[in-house]
């Protein structure tokens, strides 16, 4: 077993605390400004972060040729199903439920594994599914049975991870001759596009000059989670050992959780906590065997 330095340990803390806090920092970014063009602005920041980063690894950003169809295939489901959605969906749900919501994305992985590759999950693997069922459906029964509730929005967050977690199962089966920070940036680039073009449709109407609050949510997306936080996943995420990785990915909802009750004074009601409940012990049982990827 791979024994964590004092480095990774101070690089996992944080790239945790990044993701973790990043939730209610989104849902101040969109709170005044359109959602997918918050998004887009986001990455298109942390692009240059990220070409620089490879540049400085010395890592080839060229597609190998024949390849670009790998590429794009790949990033519909883990860039631009994910972005899309899950920025819509904080703008509709607490931050704390959106990032609840979100990291059911290793369930959806073992469920897209059945269904499209024929993988034969283990016990514990079915009953982290109906773990994270239960925590859904109780989370979409509280939407529905608040005045104020929306299910859509609880709808999107779990299209979103359900997206993810099929892009997560479709990397581990796709041989690509190119270095993983050059396929992140290739796929951030292809979903940038594709997402500018449906904010300019769907949104230019409503743009206007952010304000301060939102120039530092986009900043701290752009520079901290595209550029930070992704580059430095790629280094320690082959050499931690599976538990380290899992619980980094565990932790996340929690600290989007209560982020989110002392930034934006949200509330979480009994259903988030029985719901997150539910989603750890899911998410338990499918990650701690197996290394996981992260995003925030």
Request: net charge positive; proline share 5%.
């Amino acid at each position: 077993m791979t024994t964590l330095s004092r480095k990774d340990w101070i690089l996992l803390l944080l790239l945790t605390l990044c993701w973790g806090i990043n939730w209610p920092i989104m849902k101040l970014g969109v709170r005044a400004f359109p959602p997918i063009s918050f998004r887009v602005l986001c990455m298109a920041g942390g692009l240059p972060v990220i070409w620089l980063a490879a540049r400085l690894q010395g890592a080839s950003l060229a597609i190998p040729a024949g390849q670009l169809g790998a590429v794009t295939r790949l990033a519909v489901p883990n860039m631009l199903v994910w972005h899309t959605f899950m920025i819509v969906a904080v703008r509709m749900l607490s931050s704390g439920r959106a990032a609840i919501l979100g990291y059911t994305m290793p369930v959806w992985a073992v469920l897209c594994g059945v269904l499209f590759f024929r993988d034969r999950p283990t016990r514990g693997a079915w009953f982290g599914i109906a773990c994270a069922l239960a925590g859904a459906l109780l989370l979409l029964s509280s939407e529905f049975a608040t005045l104020a509730g929306n299910p859509a929005g609880s709808l999107l967050a779990l299209v979103a991870a359900a997206g993810w977690g099929y892009g997560t199962v479709q990397l581990k089966r796709t041989s690509l001759d190119m270095p993983t920070i050059s396929l992140t940036f290739w796929m951030l680039a292809i979903a940038t596009v594709i997402m500018a073009v449906i904010a300019v449709v769907a949104e230019s109407s409503r743009w206007h000059v952010p304000d301060g609050i939102t120039v530092a949510s986009i900043t701290y997306n752009a520079a901290v989670i595209f550029g930070f936080a992704h580059v430095v996943w790629f280094g320690l995420a082959r050499s931690l050992p599976p538990v380290a990785s899992s619980l980094s990915v565990m932790m996340i909802p929690v600290l989007g959780v209560f982020s989110g009750a002392w930034l934006l004074h949200e509330t979480p009601h009994w259903q988030d906590y029985a719901a997150m409940a539910l989603i750890l012990v899911a998410m338990s049982s499918v990650l701690l065997k197996r290394p996981a990827g992260n995003r925030g």
